[in-house]
Nanobody, 120 residues
Framework: VQLQASGGGLVQAGGSLRLSCQASGSIFRLNSMAWYRQTPGNQRELVASITSGGSTNSADSVKGRFTISRDSAKNTVYLQMNSLKPEDTAVYYC???????????????WGQGTQVTVSS
C-alpha cells in the first residue's frame, strides 16, 4: 500500500492550497483518511479526518478555513486550505486506516509528507 501526497508549496498569507493524497496497492477496505501536520521539534498533530461514511472532524485551529473531502472511487482524500496563515506552515502528512486484504485486520499507513509554507 502506498499513499502519494501532492499539492504542497509556497503561498502568501491569505492564499489557498489544495492537497491531494491517493492510496494505491492492495486495498480491500479503506476506512478513515486524514491529514496531519508537523513542525520541527513538535509532535504530529491531526488537522482533519474523514470516515468512510463521510463524517469529518477538524482541529479548532483550522475550522472554517480547511475542508477535508474524499473520492472513494479514487481512494483519494483532499484538503482544501483557504485563508492560510504563517502558523499553518508545516509538513503535511496523509494518513489512511485500511484493511489490505479481506482476511486481514486494519492498519495505519502514512504518506511521505508534503511541505506547506505560508509567508507573511
Amino acid at each position: 500500500v502506498q499513499l502519494q501526497a501532492s499539492g504542497g508549496g509556497l503561498v502568501q498569507a491569505g492564499g489557498s492550497l489544495r492537497l491531494s493524497c491517493q492510496a494505491s496497492g492492495s486495498i480491500f477496505r479503506l476506512n478513515s483518511m486524514a491529514w496531519y501536520r508537523q513542525t520541527p521539534g513538535n509532535q504530529r498533530e491531526l488537522v482533519a479526518s474523514i470516515t468512510s461514511g463521510g463524517s469529518t472532524n477538524s482541529a479548532d485551529s483550522v475550522k472554517g478555513r480547511f475542508t477535508i473531502s474524499r473520492d472513494s472511487a479514487k481512494n483519494t482524500v483532499y484538503l482544501q486550505m483557504n485563508s492560510l496563515k504563517p502558523e499553518d506552515t508545516a509538513v503535511y502528512y496523509c494518513h489512511a486506516n485500511l484493511a489490505p486484504y479481506y482476511y486481514s485486520g486494519r492498519y495505519d499507513y502514512w504518506g511521505q509528507g508534503t511541505q506547506v509554507t505560508v509567508s507573511s
